[in-house]
């Protein structure tokens, strides 16, 4: 068992709810800014990256609001790990913002961070945020 530390980040995104939850919940969506390509079969989503693919399994859905994924390998090692990206709305100004919730070791984490606001970079370029 590994010393993976939660972390979250919140990052605005200038898009409908719709339109985001597609993307972050989608084979389609996810192949725009997640990963080169993604297939599912059987709540399996395999995300394939240069050459190389990793498996990550659906753990839960909510309609319009987040999905929440769980490495296959973090899975079968017995992890309580997961990634989870949830779509947050100011109740105030009705600012959209991508929650990402996951997990890194902590000699990792700046470089897991970094990763993630990468994409989520690439995921505002794709919708035109």
């Not at 985001?20 to 969506?29: D, H």
């Not at 059987?42 to 909510?62: M, P, Q």
């Not at 105030?92 to 994409?119: G, I, R, Y």
Request: charged content about 35%.
């Amino acid at each position: 068992m590994s010393d993976k530390i939660k972390y979250q980040l919140e990052i605005e995104v200038k898009s409908s709810t719709k339109v985001l939850y597609n993307m972050i919940s989608t084979p389609s969506g996810l192949s725009e800014w997640f990963a080169d390509d993604v297939n599912i079969k059987n709540d399996v989503f395999t995300f394939f990256w240069d050459g190389s693919s990793e498996e990550a399994k659906l753990i839960t859905k909510r309609k319009g609001e987040a999905i929440k994924f769980q490495w296959l390998e973090d899975f079968e090692d017995g992890e309580k790990t997961y990634f989870e990206l949830a779509i947050k709305v100011d109740e105030l100004t009705n600012d959209v913002a991508l929650m990402v919730t996951d997990f890194a070791e902590e000699d990792e984490m700046d470089e897991a961070k970094l990763l993630w606001t990468n994409q989520i970079d690439d995921l505002k370029k794709v919708i035109g945020s």
